[in-house]
């Protein structure tokens, strides 16, 4: 089955600066790549998806970009903000599969 | 409102005492899920339902049981709970596989 790694596992950074999260999946047949968030004590939420035939997804100040032929695809978190603060997941699917396959997990810490 | 919910949100119980945490949703959604999340190891998918009387294993599905007898509900359900089930236990709806997965509020789970 589809196995997604994210790294690193935490990061930090200062308010205002901007926050990248990597995630390689291992099934070339994926083409669904979701990010959520979990704030503390939350339910995860969805926050950006991209799908394969695009490359690059912006809403606002959050972005995922796509690479098909390395299989991997990365979350970038522009002037970030202390409400940043969170674990994020990124996920990949198939359709037609309907398993939705999650990487364990980054935690982001926006210092002020 | 659309939701997803889950009962109960908190439960401490004993090994072998047979256990069902319900889910229920009112987004007339297709597709349901299961996931257990543990420290590390991030969202696991237990068992998933395309459809009424459709449902199939995710990864870890050992020691649970699911029906789908109703589009809006998805009971969870452990016939002889043991210590290593003990976990946060996230029910999910969406139209897809692939597609935005909307949380339930999570149930906490204690196998003493």
């Known amino acids: 089955g589809e196995n997604v790694e994210q790294h690193p596992s935490t990061l930090s950074v200062q308010e205002g600066d901007s926050a990248v999260i990597k995630c390689t999946y291992s099934?070339?047949?994926?083409?669904?790549f979701p990010w959520y968030k979990q704030e503390l004590g939350k339910r995860p939420q969805l926050i950006i998806d991209?799908?394969?035939?695009?490359g690059e997804k912006k809403d606002q100040r959050i972005a995922v970009t796509l690479n098909k032929t390395a299989k991997h695809f990365s979350l970038h978190i522009t002037e970030t903000q202390p409400e940043d603060s969170a674990v994020y997941f990124c996920?990949?699917?198939?359709?037609?599969?309907?398993?939705?396959?999650f990487g364990k997990g980054n935690q982001v810490v926006v210092i002020p | 409102e659309a939701q997803v919910t889950q009962n109960p949100r908190y439960l401490i119980t004993v090994t072998g005492k047979k256990l069902t945490v319900t889910c229920s949703q009112n987004?007339?959604?297709?597709?349901m899920s299961w996931y257990r999340q543990d420290p590390g190891l991030g969202l696991r998918q237990i068992y998933y339902?395309?459809?009424?009387?459709?449902?199939d294993k995710g990864d870890v599905p050992e020691g649970y049981k699911v029906s789908r007898k109703e589009k809006r509900n998805f009971p969870l359900i452990l016939e002889s709970p043991s210590p290593n089930q003990t976990s946060l236990y996230f029910c999910?709806?969406?139209?897809?596989?692939?597609?935005?997965?909307?949380f339930g509020p999570g149930t906490r789970l204690t196998v003493l």
């Open positions: 999910a709806s969406s139209l897809s596989g692939a597609s935005e997965q909307f």
């Open positions: 099934d070339s047949a994926s083409n669904y």
């Open positions: 991209i799908r394969s035939n695009v």
């Open positions: 996920a990949a699917s198939t359709y037609g599969n309907n398993r939705l396959a």
């Open positions: 987004m007339n959604h297709e597709y």
């Open positions: 339902s395309m459809n009424v009387e459709v449902t």
